[in-house]
């Protein structure tokens, strides 16, 4: 289950440490009986966690050290981003204890697959030189993966080692985007005065107050679906757990990979304390009607409605979740279940989160839609990876509300292998989207008798205004903001440009091309306008 307590791990495979996290002089051999990594890191940079406004939450909920801190309503169920050193401590303060008699244990959820190294108590992470806006992305065992934390540390201590100064090279992004493509590298240097693994800053906790402190690594690609072994990794560690037992996850920004943890364990613990109630009304300790009041009143109350509740889209309705729920029925349940638990999870008003695991794939979409067209390839990945991630989320609650009241003894992955029809479904079907709006050809056929009149020029007003309709009624789907605002400008702009008659069409091409201009609505107009005063004059 990785990153357990340190008398599980060979004292040959960490290396060492000194005061301050250095290597201890004359100890390389045992170093040298790590096994070997999975890949080499040696040319890999060192990128910061952190970021400036990484916290989006509100500031009375503000862990110095730890942004984006946050619980689950109605579950023992945290959130946090990568914490600093002094942020973990922090953190395991802030929950509750329990008493001597009966503490509350907790488990620490690392949901990265990325080594992660502590220098001066502040976190980093491996990046590709030649890709550093991304994460590693490897198929390997959750054991390989703590390896490669070990070698990574000893990696960056050996190159603070070769520096007079003990300096290293960093870097981090001028500003964060959520478009990888629109981030800007900088290269800076620190002084390394400590150098650890994440690794030994949870034996360090351990030994600082929290010997009872369990972690456990479940490796997820950031933006990505998990693998299917990442659920059984979740339930393995909670289905013998009581549902007190207090989980805290942690990615790097506590969004998209934290969230999906935190869905999964409210679903577990959600269906244990259900089950135990059901069992307890059964042989008359507690009135039926009391259990069922108690499940409905924790599980199934209303929560707050808002303008965009009947999107469909926003309700994730999809032709591939559509598709999902027609053919394996026991899914709409399914749905309906994990639904509430990624509300309660996602920001306010329904929950106290960052992000809406369902949502945000229209969300994604609409800002697709209006990107250029050299960054759409980005969105859309996003979108596709949301729309698996969303779809696998549907599958494990529907697995859980079937497996979970008996104690999960069979495994998601066995529960996949015999519906492997699901893992074909989602493949084929994650891009059934409407990729490219445009207006009905019906109504083309109204905006070209306009601008194919011998005098159109008249006609201009009427023509901008029908063309701005069709475009709302387009986009009626969209909430009002910005981004609907974008992309009816730019369906208006690329409308406009459909039905331009040839000669027109060409003209206004070169004038584009002369004034490296981009095709705005605006802009088109003008030019259009001007058409034929040239020969005129």
């Excluded at 953190?91 to 220098?119: A, F, H, S």
Aim: aromatic content about 8%; hydrophobic content about 35%; overall charge negative.
């Amino acid at each position: 289950m990785s990153e357990e307590k340190k008398e599980e791990v060979p004292a040959e495979a960490a290396a060492p440490e000194g005061e301050g996290g250095e290597q201890v002089e004359g100890q390389e051999s045992e170093v040298e009986q790590l096994k070997p990594p999975c890949m080499d890191l040696t040319d890999y940079k060192l990128k910061i966690d952190h970021f400036d406004q990484m916290h989006v939450l509100a500031d009375d909920s503000k862990v110095e050290g730890a942004g984006n801190f946050r619980q689950v309503a109605g579950f023992p169920v945290f959130g946090t981003a990568q914490p600093t050193e002094e942020g973990f401590l922090k953190v395991l303060d802030k929950l509750p204890k329990g008493t001597e008699e009966k503490p509350i244990k907790t488990i620490w959820y690392n949901m990265r697959q990325e080594p992660v190294i502590y220098v001066n108590g502040t976190p980093y992470a491996p990046r590709n030189p030649e890709k550093m806006h991304e994460n590693l992305e490897l198929n390997e065992s959750v054991d390989e993966f703590d390896n490669l934390q070990k070698h990574f540390a000893n990696i960056i201590q050996e190159r603070a080692d070769a520096d007079p100064a003990k300096t290293l090279k960093i870097h981090k992004d001028s500003t964060f985007t959520e478009n990888p493509m629109e981030r800007e590298d900088i290269e800076e240097s620190v002084k390394a005065e400590t150098i650890k693994g994440l690794h030994s800053v949870y034996d360090s906790l351990r030994e600082n107050g929290f010997e009872h402190l369990e972690t456990v690594r479940v490796p997820v690609v950031e933006e990505r679906a998990p693998a299917e072994k990442c659920f059984d990794i979740l339930v393995d560690s909670l289905k013998a757990e009581p549902a007190a037992t207090q989980c805290v996850f942690s990615c790097q920004m506590g969004r998209g990979r934290t969230t999906l943890g935190m869905i999964i364990a409210c679903l577990v613990k959600e269906i244990q304390i259900s089950t135990e109630l059901r069992r307890m009304g059964e042989i008359g300790l507690v009135p039926q009607n009391t259990v069922d009041d108690l499940i409905k009143q924790k599980f199934e109350a209303p929560l707050p409605r808002t303008q965009d509740d009947d999107d469909p889209f926003i309700k994730g309705e999809f032709d591939v979740i559509k598709e999902l729920l027609e053919k394996v029925p026991e899914a709409r349940e399914g749905k309906q279940k994990v639904d509430r638990v990624i509300d309660i999870c996602g920001p306010p008003p329904k929950g106290t989160g960052l992000q809406n695991l369902r949502e945000c794939i229209i969300e994604t979409k609409w800002k697709y839609d209006v990107a250029p067209e050299e960054k759409q390839v980005v969105w859309k990945q996003m979108i596709l990876n949301f729309m698996e991630r969303y779809f696998y989320l549907i599958c494990f609650a529907t697995y859980a509300r079937a497996e979970g009241p008996d104690g999960f003894q069979k495994s998601f992955v066995q529960w996949m292998d015999e519906h492997k029809e699901l893992r074909a479904m989602i493949e084929e079907g994650k891009d059934k989207l409407e990729w490219y709006r445009q207006v009905d050809p019906a109504k083309l056929n109204t905006l070209k008798e306009l601008i194919n009149a011998p005098n159109y020029k008249e006609n201009m007003a009427t023509l901008i205004r029908t063309i701005y309709e069709f475009a709302f009624l387009t986009y009626a789907d969209l909430p009002r903001g910005p981004i609907k605002n974008n992309s009816m400008r730019k369906l208006a702009a690329k409308t406009l440009l459909e039905i331009l008659p040839p000669d027109i069409a060409s003209n206004v091409q070169k004038k584009l091309d002369e004034q490296s201009a981009s095709p705005d609505f605006v802009t088109l107009v003008g030019l259009v306008s001007y058409y034929g005063q040239e020969q005129e004059a």
